[in-house]
């Protein structure tokens, strides 16, 4: 049981959040669930996790905002607790090519997929030092090291920077007995990747996902949480710095022979 640990988990309304948040509040830590636009999807999850007996907080946040993440952070911590686990999960995914590129488009995500990172690490850096202990996992993307899926350029420029500063904070935080790492989802079944696509349009999808992968299927969000669940364990005191690769193999990458 893990009932002396609080976690914070952005983006956990829906898909890799939402299942990161049951399965830590299943091991028995307290969850803070923030969401951007979904308050009534998030409120769920919440009820979700409190009907079981768990300790559940929904909070609204902008993490490309500072200053609303600072309010969270400081409000989970007065109704939960010291934060002893920040899982990085808020992201957007906006497609593009060199032709369709959108200036604005394009900075706002990286604003949430990199500066939102940026914010909630260094809220949380302070107290997690003084305590000498914690867990930070940062949801990346396969993207970022080279997938071949169309229109995801831009889409792993911010991943591919979110990878990178997982590495530079965990060589300013790890003196602290603070863990960072990442985790870096292949294709998965969620809001955000079925998007729009019809029903049809999405099983030509999945057919083609399906094809590139080792083990013959996309990936579940749960996939992910029990990925996170590791990293973000008492037990994984040792493993820092590190990008884990979620993909059920996928065999598609740019550099690949």
């Known amino acids: 049981m893990w009932s002396d640990q609080v976690a914070v988990i952005t983006g956990g309304s829906r898909g890799i959040g939402r299942a990161t948040a049951r399965l830590l509040a299943k091991r028995g830590a307290a969850v803070c669930l923030t ?31 500072i200053t609303s993440v600072r309010a ?51 809220a949380v850096a302070t107290s997690m030092r003084a305590r000498g202990y914690g867990r930070i996992v940062n ?54 990747t079925q998007g729009r696509l019809s029903s049809t349009e999405w099983e030509i999808l999945e057919k083609s996902v399906r094809k590139q992968t ?8 749960e996939d992910i949480a029990n990925a996170v669940m590791f990293l973000v364990s008492p037990d994984a005191g040792w493993l820092t710095a590190q990008t884990l690769v979620v993909d059920g193999g996928r065999m598609d990458y740019l550099a690949s022979t």
């Open 214 to 221: 080792i083990m013959g299927r996309i990936g579940e969000p």
């Open 139 to 192: 949801i990346t993307s396969i993207a970022a090291i080279g997938s071949t899926l169309p229109g995801n350029a831009f889409y792993a420029a911010s991943k591919a920077e979110a990878m990178i500063l997982t590495r530079r904070f965990a060589m300013e935080l790890g003196d602290d007995g603070i863990t960072v790492n990442a985790v870096a989802p292949g294709f998965i079944r969620t809001d955000m």
């Open 72 to 122: 969270m952070i400081a409000q989970t911590e007065t109704q939960l607790g010291p934060i002893t686990i920040l899982v990085n999960n808020a992201g957007v995914l906006y497609q593009a090519t060199l032709d369709t590129f959108d200036y604005n488009k394009f900075e706002y995500m990286r604003r949430v997929n990199a500066d939102g990172l940026i914010h909630t690490t260094r």
């Open 35 to 65: 969401y951007r636009g979904r308050a009534e999807a998030a409120g769920q999850v919440a009820a979700e996790i409190t009907a079981a007996g768990g300790r559940a907080l929904v909070l609204g946040v902008d993490v490309a905002d």
